[in-house]
């Protein structure tokens, strides 16, 4: 059988979506910026990234000294301030290259997010430099190993004495637990309050003496970037480290993820969005039967189905980071909506693409197997499909009326 081309050279089409009308002047520049990196510096990395499962210093490097990994923090402590829409613009370009490097950018969101929402200006000035730069990269510490979906169960307990907090426990499933200088822990303050008032959160340096990585987890997809369970040994925190009052660690938490599911989505979309670069390319080179398989309605098919499903999803992100940018009061239900729908894309667009690639998309010769092993996560993390359908279930039964 002759070899369609060189798999390899498919990691390097990362072509893109359409421009969009929405977009200003200033997202569509930096979403062309971030397109062409992802393209000529990311892109060749990602199999690499994959098989070796090591975290890409080299690429968290090259985001800091973009700019990239500024644009979620204020322009005040050394930000580009951007919006949450330009954000994923961002993760989306990056993903459709390697969706472990756009989580590079994801996650320095994710764990900032409870310091940027609820934050006093001290300590901003204080954490957010470092963020901004790039210099320090940061983590969201939620889950334990028993709670997950149900974060309210947890059970590191973080205890007081004097002007310090001593937090000690375990956490679990923590993207970029390893290599983070910065983790916003949730730890259970008051056992006796109600089980959403029991919960608070502290930005914990992972310097701190008692803080340890117990284990690395072995995943099917994000393999480079590292998931790790966290030790904490009779921690150390400053008081001042506490984000918001005693207490509000559950709403925070809630708060942080309806403005960061739309950054999982973005990578859900790029993910999607690779995978049909790839496949489309592949079915007008590969010739079967005489003619190039693209000719083959059936084949046909598959990529305008996963062209609709790609776009509608990239649609429905775009308006969810617009609503929850303008403070709509059912954020959450925008930024579950976007999750679920583009999470399921993304699995549904990059299983299509192996089947267009036939027996040569299972081969990790190509990027496609890689892309549909990452788009799995998307259905998990940050809360699983099932979750987000909870969410948006709530919120329409909240409705007045
Ligand atoms: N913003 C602000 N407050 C919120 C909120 C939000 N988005 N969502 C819930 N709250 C508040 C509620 O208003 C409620 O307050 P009151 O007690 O004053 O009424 C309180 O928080 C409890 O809310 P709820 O009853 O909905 O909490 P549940 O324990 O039923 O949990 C889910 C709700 C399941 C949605 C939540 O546990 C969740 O998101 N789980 C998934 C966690 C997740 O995504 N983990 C991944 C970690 S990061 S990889």
Known sequence: MRRPGCGRCYDRRVVAAPALGRLTDDQRAIRDAVRTLARERVAPRAAEIDRSAEFPEDLRV???EQGILGLPFPERHGGLGADLLTVCLAIEALSAACATTGLILAVQELGALPL?????EEQLGRFVPGLASGRDLAAFAL??????SDAAAIRTRAVRDGETYVISGAKRFISHGSVASLVTVFAVTDPEADRHRRISAFVVETASPGFSVSRLEHKMGIRGSPTAELAFDDVRVPAANLLGAEGD????????LDRSRPGIAAQAVGIAQGALDVAAAYAGQRRQFGKAIGEFQLVQGLLADMDARTEAARQLLYTACEEIERGAPDAGR???LCKLVAGDAAMAVTTDAVQVLGGYGYLDDFP???MMRDAKIT???EGTQQIQRLVIARALLARKP
């Open 143 to 148: 889950t334990e190993a028993d709670a997950g």
């Open 334 to 336: 925008w930024s579950a």
């Open 116 to 120: 940027l929402l609820a934050g006093s």
């Open 249 to 256: 660690g559950f709403r925070l938490a809630m708060r942080t």
């Open 62 to 64: 090259l985001l800091a």
């Open 368 to 370: 496609v197997e890689r």
């Open 379 to 381: 259905q998990l993390y």
